[in-house]
């Protein structure tokens, strides 16, 4: 079953925040960040580990919550070069998942001047 | 930097016709993996391999078929188009820990192939 995100789409005006929530019904080992751009290969933000540990890249941030099953990315100070689709790619926790995740429909976020 | 790259960007093909869509990776990662893009539905895998000649069904397998002969090349055969497999096609490959069972490390991605199928 995929994970879940919300919103499906967000605009915003440059400099503003905005914050994409990811959501499993499985207990999740890894939580992945990707951005798309369109017609582009989807390319990696960030990864959060089992342990509840909040990860940042510049502007971009996020936190994994494994007892809730949530992920959320935080984007501050929104720029015309964030626009583009957002995917959480999940991996479930316990077993051999051989690395493979699961991902969300995605969230398509505008960033106009 | 890790390269993944897809036979062809965009292709149009025929009801019935046999379709091979290929992926080759240089970063010597073990596992490979097919997804389809479709709007309003994500990235869903189609299949995965985490070994040369080994491979896993993912969650939308009908109709389609795997081969994996070398750990850097891994190819999805589309076995008799149909319509309703038009979509974008992406391949990705990640490194996997032998003895770990988890993803240490995250998913690099092609460029994707555009599918028509009239």
């Known amino acids: 079953q995929q994970p879940v995100q919300s919103p499906q789409a967000v605009i915003l005006r440059e400099g503003e925040d905005a914050v994409i929530n990811c959501s499993s019904s499985k207990a999740l080992y890894s939580v992945h960040w990707y951005r798309q751009k369109h017609g582009e290969a989807p390319v990696f933000l960030m990864i959060?580990?089992?342990?509840?540990e909040q990860k940042g890249h510049d502007k971009i941030s996020a936190s994994f919550n494994e007892k809730k099953q949530q992920s959320s990315l935080y984007l501050t100070a929104s720029q015309l070069s964030y626009s583009g689709t957002y995917f959480c790619g999940t991996e479930d926790a316990g077993g051999t998942s051989y690395g493979k995740l699961t991902f969300g429909q995605g969230t398509i976020l505008t960033v106009h001047p | 930097d890790v390269k993944v790259t897809q036979s062809s960007r965009y292709l149009v093909k025929r009801t019935g016709e046999k379709v091979f869509l290929e992926c080759v990776q240089d970063m010597d990662h073990e596992n490979m993996f097919w997804y389809r893009q479709d709007p309003g539905l994500g990235l869903r895998l189609i299949y995965f391999?985490?070994?040369?000649?080994?491979?896993e069904k993912g969650d939308i397998p009908e109709g389609y078929s795997v081969s994996r002969e070398k750990k850097e090349r891994f190819s999805l055969i589309l076995e008799s188009a149909s319509t309703n497999q038009t979509s974008m096609y992406l391949c990705a490959s990640s490194f996997y820990e032998r003895f770990g069972t988890s993803a240490k490390e995250t998913q690099y991605f092609g460029p994707g192939t555009r599918l028509l199928v009239l």
């Open positions: 959060l580990l089992k342990g509840g």
């Open positions: 391999s985490y070994d040369v000649k080994m491979k």
